[in-house]
Structure formats: C-alpha cells, structure tokens
C-alpha cells in the first residue's frame, strides 16, 4: 500500500514531463511532413524516441536519475494502459507489454549510442531502422535527425526541475530544419 502510494505521487511528479513529451511526438509535421507512419505503430516510435530521449538526458545527471525511473514507469503504465483498451487479455497483455518495453530500452540506448557517436550518419542509420523500419527518404531521416540533435540539446540546456514542471513545451524546435520538404511549424 505504502509503495502504490510512493508511486503514485512519483506518477504524479512527472505527468507534466510525460503530457510535453507526449505532444511533442505527436506533433502533425511528423506524420504529414516526414513521412512517419501516421499509425499506432508510428506514434508508437515517436513517443519512445521522446521519451528515451528525456529518460538518457535525466540519468546523467544524479538528480534526474530518479526521475528518468519514473519517466519510464509513467511511460510502460501507459502502455499497459493502451493494450488493455484495445483489447489485449493477461495473457496477450504481458506478451506484447514485454516487447514494448524491449523496444523501448533497445531504441533509447540506441539513439543515445548514435547522439554520441564520431559518425556523422549514425543517427540516421539509427532513426531510417527504428522510426522508418529501414525504408525511408533520406531527406526526410535527415530533417528528423537534425530536429532530434536540436530537441537532445534543449533538453540538456534545460535543468531537471525545469523538465519535471513541464517546461518541456518551451522546447519544442520552431521548425524541423534542414532541407526538403518544407514542413509547417512544429509548435502546438
């Protein structure tokens, strides 16, 4: 009882954290202008790239790293969440919550891997596998892998406490940058 309660109010802490990340990824230039599946499937990866992204900016720091645990319980909760709406029995639920998990511990490793990487295209290579599942315009990879080495490093400018009160939405990018095709503003 003591525990649900503790994460409960942890739940709680960084909802304003996970509501900001949820917008970003659902942002319409993603699906409209950049060629990202507009799908359970596609919103599915943007939300883990926002999430993971936030989760590996928080554990660096010893006083996010709590919070990047908590990030990513709010975020599996959520999951959960969704695949019993949709229909998922116990049985099915634990199956496929454990592949969701899987995925979304292996992609935020990866793209924190790529972020840091002496190699220019490795969070292309990264994103056109993950988001794309490898079959991609590269335009559209590069303008999402310049939005996501812009909204990594706003996350880094921005301190734990700031991300905790929800001033994740000040952060959004005011557009993709980078080439073709032109795509709208990605401010809510």
């Known amino acids: 009882m003591v525990f649900g309660l503790f994460r409960q109010k942890a739940s709680a802490r960084v909802a304003p ?4 990340l949820m917008r970003a990824s659902r942002q319409p230039a993603f699906y409209a202008g950049l060629g990202v599946a507009d799908s359970v499937e596609g919103r599915l990866e943007m939300l883990m790239l926002h999430v993971g992204l936030a989760v590996h900016r928080l554990s660096r720091e010893a006083a996010g790293r709590e919070t990047a645990r908590h990030l990513s ?3 599996i909760d959520d999951m959960e969440r969704s695949l019993r709406e949709i229909g998922y029995d116990d049985s099915g ?5 454990k592949k969701v998990v899987g995925a979304f511990y292996g992609r935020a490793e990866a793209t924190a891997a790529a972020l840091g990487s002496d190699r220019p295209a490795a969070l292309a290579d990264t994103l056109a596998r993950n988001i794309y599942g490898g079959a991609a315009d590269p335009r559209h990879v590069a303008c999402l892998a310049d939005y996501v080495r812009g909204f ?9 406490d700031e991300l905790v009160a929800g001033a994740l939405p000040s952060l959004m990018p005011s557009s993709i940058p980078a080439g ?6 990605l401010e809510p």
């Open 93 to 97: 639920l634990k199956r496929r919550l």
């Open 152 to 160: 990594a490093q706003r996350l880094d400018d921005t301190s734990v």
């Open 73 to 75: 319980e709010v975020f």
């Open 180 to 185: 073709e095709p032109a795509i709208p503003d």
């Open 17 to 20: 954290l996970y509501e900001g």
